[in-house]
Nanobody
Framework: QVQLVESGGGLVQAGGSLRLSCAASGRSFSSYFMGWFRQAPGKEREFVAAITWTGGRTYYADSVKGRFTISRDNAKNTVYLQMNSLKPEDTAVYYC?????????????????WGQGTQVTVSS
């Protein structure tokens, strides 16, 4: 089992940047495929980005491609989401998630463990 704690959310103006962190504790972090999801008010949770166990491959939703970067540091048991050129439509609660095996990268049901979320608000 793994516990996930996100941090780094906040209020930022459009065009600004934020860096989210997700610290993991518990079983070996490097054995988990990691993802970031977000959920805006009144909307379903949606896939944002994911990264393989060693960080060798990354995946992004089309809406964030070119603006967001996911990375991980297995020595620090942490996964990051660097968000640049933020837009008001990026406003949401952001969740990190861990999967012990992959059936579908963008499906929330793939992921076994979730953090509590961190709020990101982008003002226009």
């Amino acid at each position: 089992q793994v516990q996930l704690v996100e941090s780094g959310g906040g209020l930022v103006q459009a065009g600004g940047s934020l860096r989210l962190s997700c610290a993991a504790s518990g079983r070996s972090f490097s054995s988990y495929f990691m993802g970031w999801f977000r959920q805006a008010p009144g909307k379903e949770r949606e896939f944002v980005a994911a990264i393989t166990w060693t960080g060798g491959r990354t995946y992004y939703a089309d809406s964030v491609k070119g603006r967001f970067t996911i990375s991980r540091d297995n020595a620090k048991n942490t996964v990051y989401l660097q968000m640049n050129s933020l837009k008001p439509e990026d406003t949401a609660v952001y969740y990190c998630a861990a999967a012990s095996s992959i059936r579908g990268i963008v499906a929330a049901s793939t992921y076994n463990y979730w953090g509590q979320g961190t709020q990101v608000t982008v003002s226009s």
